[in-house]
């Protein structure tokens, strides 16, 4: 059985930071895409950063590029996004996500993703 938890979030001022943590177990085998995506109130759920677990290679939407950092431990059991300079646009409940493959460049679409964790708020006050 798949599980994704996620931890890390919490209350932080414009230009501060946070790291969310996402460990993922009962997902063995070949490779996959790890993702956080994220969803503020009344928007739909989009995508903000990933990491293929075969080629370690890594994708950012444009709203978060050489603001935000993902990561994958050795083990390929948990990533981590470092977010740095935050705005308060940035505030949105952030899930963890697995997706077998992205139907088009860079991070997977919500459609792609097979499993979810269960969120954890950011909330960013200016």
């Known amino acids: 059985q798949v599980r994704l938890v996620e931890s890390g979030g919490g209350s932080v001022q414009a230009g501060g930071s946070l790291t969310l943590s996402c460990a993922v177990s009962?997902?063995?085998?070949?490779?996959?895409?790890l993702n956080w995506f994220r969803q503020a109130p009344g928007m739909e759920r989009e995508g903000v950063a990933s990491v293929f677990t075969g080629s370690g290679n890594t994708y950012y939407d444009d709203s978060v590029k050489g603001r935000f950092t993902i990561s994958l431990d050795n083990a390929k059991t948990t990533i981590n996004l470092q977010m740095d300079s935050l705005k308060p646009e940035d505030s949105a409940m952030y899930y963890c996500?697995?997706?077998?493959?992205?139907?088009?460049?860079?991070?997977?679409?919500?459609?792609?993703?097979?499993?979810w964790g269960q969120g954890t708020q950011v909330t960013v006050s200016s």
């Open positions: 009962g997902y063995t085998g070949r490779a996959v895409y």
């Open positions: 996500a697995t997706a077998p493959r992205s139907t088009r460049r860079g991070v997977p679409k919500k459609s792609d993703v097979d499993f």
